[in-house]
């Protein structure tokens, strides 16, 4: 069974500059989850989606955040314009086997973010 | 509000027992979920705790207690692979987690 795949897996970027980041669930899992992990700390949830609507984006800094799923499959998250402290891992995660009924979440690699 | 307090750093050698605390605070509680990250590596899943007790899965172990709101994490017969860092999360609601600062473990030869 394939894993939750993202790109890139590293980028680096000047602050004020745009990015944006990738992530395919497994195949099956009903709901998405975007977390930021800052260096030492554990991760953050971002937004969270059931298939291609939005559960819970409390967290999201939406003045410079944006999240789609569009086709509740895949899903890209993007930082519009980055500041020096959104420098993070970005980690994809989704959940929710219906033949199984489980809900454990399985991450992806990440995309190690820099802003310089 | 939400917290969860683990240990920052740990270590051991190598064919040792190590127990890692969390202690947690929320606002709901549907279980206790442990993970494991290597350095520069995805968190990977390694126990679910909703009811009290033990739950034993190979040289892991993993405990709850849910009236003391206190759970652990068992590594027996540490090897060095084990070293990561390791992270306990709150299931609040049916599919969202709330995760603690994680745990450093270190093992030594």
């Known amino acids: 069974e394939a894993g939750v795949a993202q790109s890139p897996r590293y980028k680096i970027i000047e602050k004020r500059q745009s990015v944006a980041f990738w992530c395919n669930p497994i195949s099956g899992h009903a709901t998405l989850y975007w977390y930021q992990q800052i260096l030492g700390q554990g991760p953050k949830l971002l937004i969270q989606f059931q298939n291609n609507g939005v559960v819970d984006d409390s967290q999201l800094p939406k003045d410079r955040f944006s999240a789609e799923r569009l086709k509740g499959v895949d899903s890209t998250l993007k930082i519009q314009p980055a500041k020096l402290e959104d420098s993070a891992v970005y980690l994809c995660a989704s959940s929710f086997d219906r033949d199984r009924g489980t809900y454990e979440q399985y991450f992806g690699p990440g995309t190690r973010l820099t802003v310089t | 509000g939400q917290s969860l307090e683990q240990p920052s750093e740990v270590t051991a050698v190598e064919g040792a027992i190590v127990q890692i605390n969390c202690t947690y605070q929320t606002s709901g509680f549907y279980g206790l979920s442990w993970y494991q990250q290597h350095d520069g590596g995805a968190p990977t899943f390694l126990s679910y705790n909703a009811l009290d007790g033990l739950e034993e899965t190979g040289r892991f172990s993993s405990f709850l207690s849910r009236s003391d709101s206190y759970g652990y994490l068992l590594l027996q017969e540490l090897q060095m692979k084990d070293s990561a860092s390791y992270f306990c999360?709150?299931?609040?609601?049916?599919?969202?987690?709330?995760f603690g600062t994680g745990t450093r473990l270190q093992v030594f030869p």
């Open positions: 999360a709150v299931r609040v609601n049916t599919d969202k987690l709330i």
